[in-house]
């Protein structure tokens, strides 16, 4: 049956299809599933074939500085210089293989932290809701699909609520499609197939459930073959633009070393090959060849890093970025609170009922004036407790289980979960309760009109329960219970006035209402507003802040950075949280509704104070986005939902929960936070301005390296004297001991004062003024430590090869001990902390010494380089040189510590 070609799912009626794939409109069961996942494999695509060796190789080769060695092989390999020949081309196999090893550390690196974010499904399985790794749906399996999902695997669709879905991944068509339960005809075309739904296509509104009729590699996305992800970009901004400056560095050092080839045999007629070499020299000594391959390892460790903080880079630019935020704008629930909301007061017409106990687990007690009320008499005592408890168990989506430890498991909506418990606690079995009275209209939460109503059928009639934002259920009733359970007329102030009570404890409040209306009406916004509904009460939760949230909070303030709360709660609900988590001294608060009133420059004007905007809509997200971006400030800004997306891919950093975040949000998003918590955004800051600082020191470390090489090959040229340091010995000191050095600075950890700068402005060049003059003052520093070496050694009449060996443990002697001034740009290194580094750094330098002794002792280094051995004190010689360079640069940072504090 698996070759046969797959029936026209679109244009079968439902039934049809569940028992062509032998399953039932409530699910398999378990252990099916299981063995039709064994049948079927896993419900992926296969991955792209990986590059070929070669290829990798090749695109290592488009290098101009490969090319220019190679070059330079050849022509020293045919004026008959075998050995130097062989050095450059080893130099240029060991640079490659450098590269490949680097470049494939890195997408490894990228790609396993991608591979965290795996998606979810919710399934039927066994007659209960679940929540499963979407590679084990199977086909068969009944999913439900919310707005905001992504749909696993490709589905016939069994019922639909106002579902919509965004198919441009499939078809390209990017306004997204109503979906529906009827066949269409079997000659549509896919994007017609109202009645499929298709994996890897986004829900962008309503709710669908649907059986799975193809998984993985047989879906429509596996049968075209094109990839869910695309590979993200492996390079930021920066790095682009240090690529481009080696670029024009490499091209300008080329035309240098032709002139001066051209000027030294031709105008002075010196020998052709030692002009040539020279040449060479120069090129090689003036290109910063380690530099790329350097920074993208710094990028690839800073992602790493923050992953492990549990902040997963989707974007890479994001890493330098986050260094620059100004303002984050964060939700409120669930990433500055807990979002594990409980019940604690119950308002209804007869008195306020104080709910007892905490968390999921339904023990607590209902005390009405400190009286404690039973639920087996709430019938009696309080029957709209009792009412309110039906209706809240009733219009919920969630479900709380007990686990084996003896809490409760909740899938689920927090505040539903909440709300369960609440019923629970009356003596309501909300699983008998839904079976009792099934659902049959839904109208789900949308946290635009801040409400879901269900229909329940009550005899020839139909009960409709609505739940929601106190101030948009109240706009739908006409009445109201009063303390006997009887409907009297509303009183919508005194109700507003409750609620208002409620939220200045930090409450969330919910009104719930009910009406009894006849079977054939359809349940939408309208019908409601024009039958009139009646209160049965309202219910404050709470839902504490996060306590870490409250200390990143404090961070952020000083690394001057803002913290703005953006949330659907209400005012008075915020701005007590908002206190309590210390945004500022007195929360100021603006309402969504003001937002509506206000054009963009006056909201412009408000963002510079606002610290809380409440009743707030996700569209307005996007407009708070451009307010501040317009501003002048760099915006991260948290979401969850379908409808963040846009405000997500507008900021700056689009921040998406990783738990209850929808996958429209994930993939708006440059950051997941794996635990959806405000202090990982703050982490995420830390690390991201880490990042910055490691990679300047990267180019403050390499540059003068080049620059004092440099310097001294121009002024042996230009004096004409002998090369201090041969080609190949910059060549080894460029590519194997510089590297090893400079590899540590990736791994820096984060300087203390961090998180107490202010925020780095992205017009900032990497080459700051600082950077150039300390740049230019080491270079200056370096070539005159080769020079003085090389010429005192010289004048003490030994032979060329010990001065230049000289010079070259001498020069990596100044390395490094620039090393250890580098890894403070400006704070002194002469501390204790400084003194001992950490063990990377002491790997490094050990490794750095070992080479040099494997250079400056071994017989066959001598043939290929042209080293030679050097009596032991001579090494003392170069390490106080190099003791000598970090005194000076200490001194350099005293001085501009005292006169620019
Ligand atoms: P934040 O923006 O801080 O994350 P939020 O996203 O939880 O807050 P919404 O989910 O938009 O805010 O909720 C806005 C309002 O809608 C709440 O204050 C509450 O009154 C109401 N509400 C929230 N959840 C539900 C629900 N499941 N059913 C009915 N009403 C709800």
């Keep these: 049956m698996d070759n046969a070609p797959p029936p026209p799912w679109h244009s079968l009626d439902p039934d049809a299809v569940l028992a062509h794939l032998r399953t039932q409109a409530h699910g398999l069961h378990q252990a099916e599933a299981v063995a039709r996942l064994q049948q079927h494999g896993p419900n992926r695509l296969q991955d792209a074939p990986p590059t070929p060796w070669w290829r990798r190789v090749l695109r290592q080769l488009a290098n101009l500085l490969i090319v220019v060695l190679l070059v330079a092989a050849a022509v020293t390999l045919a004026l008959g210089h075998v050995i130097d020949g062989a050095v450059i081309l080893a130099v240029v196999a060991l640079n490659i293989g450098i590269g490949l090893v680097q470049e494939g550390k890195a997408a490894r690196a990228l790609a396993a932290i991608r591979a965290l974010l795996t998606p979810h499904a919710q399934v039927w399985r066994d007659g209960r809701l679940i929540d499963i790794d979407a590679t084990h749906v ?22 639909t609520h106002e579902l919509e879905v965004d198919e441009s991944a499939l078809t390209g068509e990017s306004v997204p499609v109503p979906k529906q339960r009827e066949p269409v005809a079997a000659h549509a075309e896919l994007g017609d197939r109202a009645s499929m739904g298709y994996a890897g296509t986004l829900a962008t509104r309503g709710q669908g459930v649907g059986v799975v009729v193809a998984t993985g590699m047989q879906t429509e996305m596996g049968r075209i073959g094109r990839l869910l992800e695309s590979v993200g970009e492996t390079t930021t901004p920066l790095v682009r633009q240090m690529a481009q400056m080696g670029r024009w560095i490499t091209l300008a050092v080329l035309a240098a070393a032709v002139v001066l080839f051209g000027v030294g045999w031709g105008l002075r007629a010196l020998p052709a090959l030692d002009t040539f070499m020279a040449a060479v020299g120069l090129a090689v000594a003036a290109i910063p060849e380690g530099l790329p391959a350097i920074l993208s390892v710094t990028l690839a460790i800073g992602v790493q890093r923050m992953a492990q903080r549990r902040a997963i880079v989707r974007r890479l630019p994001a890493v330098e970025t986050l260094g620059c935020v100004t303002v ?72 709380l289980v007990p686990s084996e430890t003896g809490d409760w498991r909740l899938s689920g909506d927090p505040t539903e979960g909440a709300l ?18 099934p659902r049959c209209a839904v109208l789900p939460f949308d946290s635009q009109r801040r409400w879901m109503a269900t229909g329940h059928p009550l005899g020839e009639r139909v009960r ?41 404890q930090g409450r969330r409040v919910l009104a719930i209402a009910t009406a009894v209306w006849p079977a054939r009406r359809t349940l939408t916004p309208e019908a409601l507003a024009e039958h009139g509904l009646t209160l049965v009460g309202q219910v404050g939760l709470i839902d504490p802040p996060r306590p870490e949230a409250q200390t990143a909070v404090a961070q952020c303030r000083a690394a001057g950075i803002r913290v703005i709360m953006i949330t659907g709660d209400h005012a008075t609900t915020a701005r007590a949280i908002a206190a309590q988590l210390g945004l500022s001294e007195r929360p100021t608060v603006l309402t969504g509704q003001a937002i509506e009133a206000m054009d963009d420059s006056a909201l412009q004007q408000a963002v ?9 809509a996700p569209h307005h997200k996007l407009r708070l986005v451009r307010a501040l971006q317009g501003q002048g400030h760099v915006v991260a800004m948290t979401g969850d939902g379908v409808n963040d997306a846009p405000a997500l891919k507008a900021a ?31 982490h995420a800051v830390e690390e991201g301005r880490t990042v910055y600082d490691n990679l300047r020191k990267v180019i403050t470390f390499l540059l003068p390296i080049n620059g004092g090489e440099s310097v001294s090959l121009l002024v042996a040229v230009l004096f004409g004297l002998a090369l201090p ?76 090869p010990w001065a230049q060996t000289l010079a070259v443990n001498t020069l990596v002697a100044m390395e490094i001990f620039y090393l250890f001034s580098v890894r403070y740009l400006k704070a002194a290194s002469f501390t204790w902390a400084g003194a001992r580094g950490t063990p990377r750094v002491l790997a490094a330098v050990a490794a750095a010494c070992g080479l040099q002794a494997l250079f400056t002792y071994a017989p066959f280094m001598h043939t290929w380089f042209g080293s030679a051995d050097l009596p032991l004190p001579w090494l003392a010689i170069s390490a106080a040189v190099g003791l000598a360079v970090l005194l000076v640069l200490e001194l350099e940072k005293a001085v501009l510590r005292r006169w620019r504090p």
């Design 725 to 800: 340091i041969a080609p190949v010995q910059i060549l080894w000191v460029n590519m194997v001991s510089s590297i090893a050095l400079a590899m540590v600075l990736a791994f820096e950890p984060t300087e203390p004062d961090v998180m107490r700068r202010p925020p780095r402005s992205p017009s900032e060049p990497m080459l700051t003024p600082f950077v150039l003059w300390r740049v230019g003052l080491v270079s200056v520093l370096f070539a005159a430590g080769i020079f003085g070496t090389y010429g005192w050694a010289l004048h003490a009449g030994h032979p060329a």
């Design 608 to 616: 510079r104070e606002v610290d809380v905007f409440a009743r707030a």
């Design 652 to 682: 700056d950093v689009g921040v998406a929960m990783g738990r209850h975040g929808t996958e429209a949000a994930k993939q708006a998003a440059a950051v997941v936070l794996t635990d959806d918590n405000f202090a990982t955004i703050a």
């Design 464 to 504: 409709v329960w609505v739940k929601g934002a106190p101030e948009a259920v109240l706009a739908l009733c006409r009445q109201a219970l009063d303390a006997d359970g009887h409907p009297t007329p509303l009183d919508a102030d005194t109700w507003l006035a409750h609620a208002e009570t409620q939220a200045t």
């Design 328 to 399: 984050i704008g964060s939700d409120k629930t669930g990433t500055l609170t807990r979002n594990e909301m409980t019940v604690q007061a119950v308002v209804l017409a007869g008195g306020v009922v104080q709910v007892q106990g905490s968390g999921y687990a339904p023990q607590g007690a209902l005390v009405r004036d400190d009286q404690v009320l039973q639920p087996a008499e709430l019938w009696r005592e309080a029957p709209t407790l009792l009412a309110l408890a039906e209706g809240a168990a009733l219009c919920n989506d969630a479900e």
């Design 420 to 437: 369960l418990t609440l019923a629970m606690k009356a003596g309501l079995e909300p699983h008998t309760l839904r079976e009792e009275q």
């Design 138 to 159: 199977v086909p068969g399996d009944v999913v439900q699909v919310n707005a905001g999902d992504r749909l696993p695997a490709d589905l016939r669709w069994l019922r």
